[in-house]
């Protein structure tokens, strides 16, 4: 067999190119690339034209869903002693992973792109460090809550326990991450239950961030109580500075 094998690379590379995409076509007939092929009864190729030729708000959305599958294959693929937990259905976290000491859930986001480039921290709140990037941290679907009334697309710091940022956008490598913890992340100023939209990402690890997974694990059951370094301007500073605003308005319009 193994003869055989050596036989058919080497008539492969004596061929051309288009008799070996020939060859690959006849394949193709048998061995479909992604059972997705069957499930939307369409060929690969018909699937990665579709997507080329999406929109910039489709690709943000696709460019999500490639950072999650890019976590679960380099990163959780790589954990020894850890399993994958994540029940079905909609949630606020993207994976459950269990080890002997429990669950930890982890929400998945993209470093922000603003004009196809990395988006600035400071760009998001002109109060965040122009050095640094960014992470929205908010629900892609809007919505209410059907007794409340409360807005449903902010994060609670409730609803997941580490936040993995993708940084493909600045890196152009699927397999870099950076980790918090999510009681870290920035409040909002005026309902501190809420995680701020924007939150600023170091451009590589720093002593809030990590680069490891089981480094960020160790930080979360660890019970630090930290806070990213920035300051917040609160509610009566930010309100405040729009009364002045707005006096400055009438004197120029009297």
Same mark, same amino acid.
């Given at each position: ?5 050596e036989?058919?690379?080497?008539l492969?590379?004596?061929?051309? +190119? ?13 061995? $479909? ?5 069957? &499930? ?47 029940p079905?259905?909609?949630h ?38 122009p ?7 908010? +629900? ?25 940022v993708?940084?493909? $956008? ?22 501190t ?6 939150q600023?990402? $170091? ?5 809030n ?30 309100? +405040?500075? +729009?009364? &002045?605003?707005?006096?400055?308005? &009438?004197?120029?319009?009297?």
């Amino acid at each position: 067999m193994n003869n055989q094998l050596e036989t058919i690379k080497q008539l492969l590379a004596a061929c051309s +190119k288009e008799q070996r995409q020939e060859i690959f076509r006849a394949l193709r007939q048998e061995f $479909p690339i992604h059972a997705i092929e069957q &499930k939307l009864n369409a060929e690969a190729e018909i699937i990665l034209e579709a997507i080329s030729r999406a929109t910039d708000l489709t690709l943000r959305g696709i460019r999500g869903i490639i950072a999650e599958a890019a976590f679960a294959t380099k990163v959780v693929g790589t954990l020894q002693g850890w399993k994958d937990t994540t029940p079905g259905g909609n949630h606020p976290y993207d994976f459950v992973l269990t080890d002997d000491r429990g669950n930890i859930r982890i929400q998945v986001k993209m470093q922000r792109q603003k004009s196809h480039r990395p988006m600035l921290a400071s760009e998001g709140y002109r109060f965040l460090p122009p050095d640094m990037h960014v992470v929205e941290t908010q +629900k892609t679907r809007g919505g209410s809550h059907p007794k409340t009334g409360e807005d449903t697309r902010p994060y609670k710091f409730n609803e997941f326990d580490i936040l993995a940022v993708a940084l493909h $956008p600045s890196t152009g490598d699927w397999s870099r991450f950076l980790y918090t913890v999510n009681s870290w992340l920035l409040p909002r100023s005026d309902e501190t239950n809420l995680m701020l939209k924007f939150q600023p990402v $170091p451009k590589q690890a720093n002593e809030n961030w990590t680069d490891s997974f089981l480094t960020c694990v160790s930080w979360l059951r660890s019970g630090q109580n930290r806070r990213l370094q920035i300051d917040v301007p609160s509610a009566s500073r930010t309100t +405040k500075k +729009k009364r &002045k605003t707005n006096r400055k308005r &009438k004197t120029r319009t009297n």
